[in-house]
């Protein structure tokens, strides 16, 4: 006696992830559009450290000085992979508010960075000095460079 061959269930078959994921819209943010939302932002907080520590008193003992190239490192070593990620991993989501709180997760974590300059004395309580504005200044840039960005149609699928 021989067994019956196994009957294929007629139910609808899914598509390989491949050919959904190519499917789908993409948001595309160019290189002009990634510098205007990591450099400029980040260029900002710069800035706004370098002239805060011009303030008589605000820097008497030398705390904000030494955040500069802290901040240039962090802008480095977590900014540019962490936005370059975000943009990357969000590709296929196209509501704006995803990459702006991508962006503004990123940029919280500028601030650990200062942990590398000690660990003594107030250092660590000015981890929220360098994240909160970074992440909110990273925000704001990758909404600043909404314009930039373009929208990729859903490409058609040709084995369905």
């Known amino acids: 006696m021989t067994t019956p061959a196994p009957e294929k269930a007629a139910g609808r078959r899914r598509r390989a992830t491949s050919s959904t994921a190519a499917s789908r819209p993409r948001l595309r943010l160019g290189a002009v559009g990634w510098t205007v939302s990591w450099l400029v932002p980040t260029a900002l ?42 943009s990357w991993l969000l590709r296929h989501h196209v509501n704006p508010v995803a990459h702006v709180l991508g962006y503004v997760l990123v940029g919280l974590f500028y601030g650990p960075v200062v942990l590398f300059a000690g660990a003594e004395g107030l250092m660590p309580m000015l981890i929220p000095i360098i994240g909160f504005p970074a992440g909110v200044l990273l925000g704001l840039g990758r909404w600043l460079a909404q314009p930039l960005t373009s929208l990729e149609p859903a490409r058609g699928n040709a084995a369905a």
């Open 45 to 86: 907080m710069g800035a706004i450290l370098l002239g805060l520590s011009f303030l008589p008193g605000l820097d008497g003992e030398g705390y904000l000085s030494p955040l500069i190239p802290l901040l240039a490192a962090a802008a480095v070593v977590v900014g540019i992979p962490g936005t370059l990620l975000v």
